[in-house]
């Protein structure tokens, strides 16, 4: 089931997600490249993965239609946003990319992810899958684009969470998704 997710809310911060914005906040500040910052920001996020009081009960509700999507936080100059996206058994994204750097942890269960190679292909383009990927919970990535293309699911029994991290405001935008692929795909890995 490929779907969008729900209408974003915007949530109250525990005093242990405060303190993981400050961390992040500094790292941002540094003004460095966004790979470098990228970097930073997952070594701030990793011991924060999995403790019980990083968010609130509310925070970790899903949706039985579609991943959900809560911000954690949005800093007011627009440099990052924290986001706890929330996934049923089943659920995923299209395949798609970013707007800006993203860092993620998964708070819990596990997320799957394949990334996408885009191949010219004459007058047009096809996506090549390049790799599977399966993060267990507490593992952290980054990327920042281009070359960022996936797609995400969760291909477990329970409920998975995780955490991103982005160098843009999703408040605002609502999203962190800069464009959706539906192109040709070679998938067999």
Partial sequence: MTTTPTEPTVSRVTARLGAFVDGVREAVGRGLPPDVTAYLVGERLAPFLGAADLLTPEQREGDPDCYRQHILHAEPDGSFSIVALVWLPGQRTSIH?????????????????????????????????????????????????????????????????????????????????????????????
């Fill in 97 to 189: 990319d970013h707007v800006s750097w993203c860092v993620t942890g998964v708070h819990e269960g596990e997320e799957h992810e394949r990334r996408y190679r885009l191949v010219p292909d004459g007058l047009s383009s096809r996506l090549v899958a390049e790799k599977d990927v399966v993060n267990p919970q507490g593992s952290v990535c980054g990327f920042a684009p281009p070359g960022d293309i996936h797609r995400v699911w969760n291909a477990c029994e329970g409920t998975a969470i995780s955490i991103h991290v982005y160098g843009a405001d999703i408040a605002r935008l609502g999203s962190s998704v800069r464009r959706v692929y539906e192109l040709p795909t070679e998938d067999e890995l």
